[in-house]
């Protein structure tokens, strides 16, 4: 079963209500916002961070990136790094490469919500390809997620950008 049915799976036999959209290919977050003319406030974008020991997933708005230092402070890890699509590729078989959806528990990933996110009405997510994406209510993704709600994104400034703490994901 690929990605998308798997998801789609997961809400029905749940009973929750969602929309799925089809969109010309998008590689990058900004740009599936753009193609399903949508704020990128609502669609998740999905950051694959590596410990000395595991894969988390990091969840943020489309337009924010995932500062390393808050995402460990809310894994508890002491550190975080970004992993390369060639380091996450295999734990998403069933995904094209960098459109995994924000469910990291289907892989067997811990996963992390950004509390901005958390507060929308709703969200728009990737389902598996550059070319589908499915629409929930929040207080639905989170409950079926089990994603942990936490502060994980900086703000856009110049002083985090010379104190590097603000990272983006790897370009996809």
């Not at 029905?12 to 010309?24: D, F």
């Not at 993704?141 to 089990?146: F, V, W």
Request: glycine share 8%; net charge negative.
């Amino acid at each position: 079963m690929d990605c998308n049915a798997r998801i789609k799976q997961l809400l029905k036999s749940n009973g929750v209500r969602y929309e799925a959209q089809t969109h010309t290919v998008a590689y990058t977050a900004q740009r599936v916002a753009e193609s399903e003319h949508i704020s990128g406030w609502n669609l998740a974008k999905v950051v694959i961070g590596i410990t000395d020991t595991r894969m988390i997933m990091f969840v943020v708005p489309t337009p924010l990136h995932l500062n390393l230092t808050k995402a460990a402070r809310a894994a508890g890890v002491d550190e975080v790094s970004l992993a390369s699509e060639a380091e996450f590729e295999s734990v998403f078989p069933d995904c094209e490469a960098g459109a995994m959806p924000p469910f990291g528990g289907l892989y067997g990933l811990p996963t992390f919500v950004d509390s901005g996110l958390a507060q929308q009405d709703g969200l728009v997510f990737q389902a598996g390809s550059h070319t589908e994406t499915i629409k929930v209510r929040t207080a639905d993704y989170l409950r079926l997620s089990g994603a942990v709600v936490a502060d994980l994104v900086a703000s856009p400034g110049p002083e985090q950008h010379r104190s590097g703490l603000l990272t983006e994901s790897p370009r996809r």
